[in-house]
């Protein structure tokens, strides 16, 4: 194996750490509303649990959470803490409830606490602050691992996606079959969601989701929960 192949292998492999169930961000803990929606009885089989993530891949992920890793992952890129800081602030102010604000600050700090122990010193500073989002130390560890945009924001938007099916799996329920039909008409939506990604202007960027939006804040007084949004 040569120089180039086992360091690309070894780039993948880092770029699996970052998304997998393991990491310690606690993301199982959350459902982005999808508790209440399921509650409500908004989602309550398969095909609506398919329509839920899909709707937010493209309308909220693609064209929010995906432009600002981008932007994120260029600052990184450029020693940039100031524009790093400027965009995570962004993504954070574009949080549309108190338990979504929460959910991003609480993982992007667990994953502040986790970067430095993995040889990732530059998020030392970022631990324990209200600006400091998922996103932002997700790219940091990115740009360190040298893993290319393109593949850093398809592994972002699968994650989301898996622990969306995951969520769902658990309340409606689902069995674990109809949860991998879900992933996989979603894979074939992930590389127009990058695209997009990669494409919007900063004008352009932001999230039109209402329904998710109504469902995480009413979610906060929901009597009975398993899920922490």
């Known amino acids: 194996m040569n120089i180039s192949m086992h ?18 961000v606690g993301a199982y803990a959350y459902s982005a509303g999808l508790e209440y929606a399921v509650d409500i009885g908004w989602v309550d089989n398969e095909e609506k649990a398919y329509d839920w993530i899909l709707g ?6 693609s064209t929010l959470d995906a432009p600002i890793l981008a932007r994120l992952y260029k600052a990184w890129l450029e020693n940039n803490s100031d524009k790093a800081d400027y965009w995570s602030r962004f993504l954070l102010a574009s ?8 959910e991003d600050r609480q993982m992007g700090n667990a994953l502040a606490q986790l970067l430095p122990e993995l040889g ?27 893993i290319p945009v393109e593949e850093a924001m398809s592994g972002y938007l699968w994650a989301w996606c898996e622990n969306q099916v995951a969520a769902a799996i658990k309340l409606i329920p689902l069995g674990q079959t109809a949860g991998q039909r ?37 979610h906060e007084v929901q009597y009975s929960r398993l899920f922490r949004s």
């Open 7 to 24: 360091n690309n292998l070894a780039n993948h492999a880092r770029l699996w750490q970052l998304i997998s169930p393991a990491l310690p």
């Open 56 to 61: 937010q891949l493209q309308n909220s992920l």
């Open 120 to 146: 990732i010193a530059e998020a030392v500073s970022w631990r324990g602050h209200n600006h400091t989002s998922f996103c932002s130390m997700f790219a940091l560890g990115a740009v360190h691992w040298k």
């Open 95 to 102: 949080r549309e409830s108190s338990e979504l604000l929460a």
């Open 182 to 218: 879900i992933l996989a008409n979603t894979i074939n939506s992930l590389p127009a969601a990058v695209e997009k990604g990669l494409l919007l202007s900063d004008d352009e960027i932001g999230a039109v989701s209402p329904g998710v939006a109504m469902a995480s804040a009413r």
